[in-house]
Nanobody, 130 residues
């Protein structure tokens, strides 16, 4: 059973930075092939995509975070990252990482929608105050 554990959330002021991590408990062979993603959710709203990243570090971003957030992965450590800069109050949310696999193949193109992912972490809270 694959598990995902996020960390790095916290409270920052507007314009600050945070770096989220997500450790995936699977063999390196499997992790390299995973499509990975970051999502966020606020109470009363649907979970929204933040970033999706494929096996070879190519990523896609939501318009609201492009240029401020950077997703990356360490395939040897089985870890996904989200560097968040220039944080705004509207970035306040619970952030989740997610994973999915395409029948053993490398993830050649990132997945972006929540329904495309089968494995989720428990979430980490990010709060941005003005």
């Amino acid at each position: 059973q694959v598990s995902l554990v996020e960390s790095g959330g916290g409270s920052v002021q507007v314009g600050g930075s945070l770096r989220l991590s997500c450790v995936v408990s699977t063999h390196t062979y499997q992790y390299k092939r995973a499509c990975m993603g970051w999502f966020r959710e606020v109470p009363g709203k649907a979970r929204e995509p933040v970033a999706g990243i494929g096996s070879f570090d190519h990523a896609t971003y939501a318009d609201s975070v492009r240029g401020r957030f950077t997703a990356s992965r360490d395939n040897n450590e089985g870890t996904l990252y989200l560097q968040m800069n220039d944080l705004r109050p509207e970035d306040t949310a619970i952030y989740y990482c997610a994973a999915n696999w395409r029948q053993g193949y490398y993830c050649s193109s990132p997945l972006f929608l929540p329904d495309e992912y089968g494995y989720w972490g428990q979430g980490t809270q990010v709060t941005v105050s003005s």
